[in-house]
Every structure is written in C-alpha cells, then in structure tokens.
C-alpha cells in the first residue's frame, strides 16, 4: 500500500451456469484481489437521478461521482462487475477506461455509504 494507492480493492463477476431441468446456477468468480486503488468522489459531477417526494412531481437532485485509480495490469473490468473495498464497501462498476499507466472505475454504491 502507498500513500498514492491507500485502498485495496477486490472485483467479481457473476457467472450462470446451465445445469439442465434446473434453474440457472450463480457462482461468483473473483477478477481481481487485494489490487492497491485510490477511491473518491467528485462532487457535483454526477448525472441527475429522480427524486419522489410526496405531492411533488419529477424532480432530480444531483448525483456524486464515484471513481477509483487503480494498477489492475492486464486484467479486464467490466460494466456490471462488483468492487469491494479493504472497510466492506461495495460498489457496482458502471464503466472502466485504462488509459496506459493506470485503469479508473466509475463505480455506484450498491448500498448508501457512510
């Protein structure tokens, strides 16, 4: 861990597997562990998300941005993989780019975070 990199994180992936006669079975399968990430929020920055109030129309309010920096090397992170971080947070992964040096996640929280 640097000062750079303070989090660790891990990713998963959801798989189904047919089996026949039965229902599709889940498994989760681990893309990445213990990789050293930088996780933020910019403020402001977030897309609108609809707001329902009683006696109130459609409204939006401002949405945070969630990103994370991290130096995953060759592995591949999609849409939809979930992100845990080193104090159980997690989040949904709803894009990633790798630009050469480092690949930045931006992530949703699939739970409201402290």
Same mark, same amino acid.
């Given at each position: 861990? !640097?000062?750079?990199?303070?989090?660790?994180? @891990? +990713? @998963?992936? !959801?798989?189904?597997?047919?089996?026949?006669?039965?229902?599709?079975?889940?498994?989760? +399968?681990?893309?990445? &562990?213990?990789?050293?990430?930088?996780?933020?929020?910019?403020?402001?920055?977030?897309? &609108?998300?609809?707001?329902? &109030?009683?006696?109130?129309?459609? @409204? !939006?309010? !401002?949405?945070?941005?969630?990103?994370?920096?991290?130096?995953?090397?060759?592995? @591949?992170?999609?849409?939809?993989?979930?992100?845990?971080?080193?104090?159980?947070?997690?989040?949904?992964?709803?894009?990633?780019?790798?630009?050469?040096?480092?690949?930045?996640?931006?992530?949703?929280?699939?739970?409201?975070?402290?």
């Amino acid at each position: 861990m !640097s000062a750079f990199y303070p989090r660790t994180i @891990t +990713i @998963t992936r !959801s798989s189904y597997t047919p089996v026949a006669g039965q229902p599709l079975e889940q498994t989760n +399968i681990t893309v990445v &562990s213990g990789a050293p990430a930088r996780i933020y929020l910019k403020r402001d920055k977030g897309f &609108s998300a609809p707001i329902w &109030s009683p006696g109130k129309t459609n @409204t !939006s309010a !401002s949405m945070p941005m969630w990103l994370v920096d991290t130096k995953l090397g060759d592995k @591949t992170v999609q849409e939809a993989d979930i992100m845990t971080d080193d104090l159980g947070r997690e989040f949904k992964v709803d894009a990633a780019y790798f630009n050469g040096w480092f690949t930045q996640l931006s992530i949703t929280p699939t739970r409201p975070v402290a």
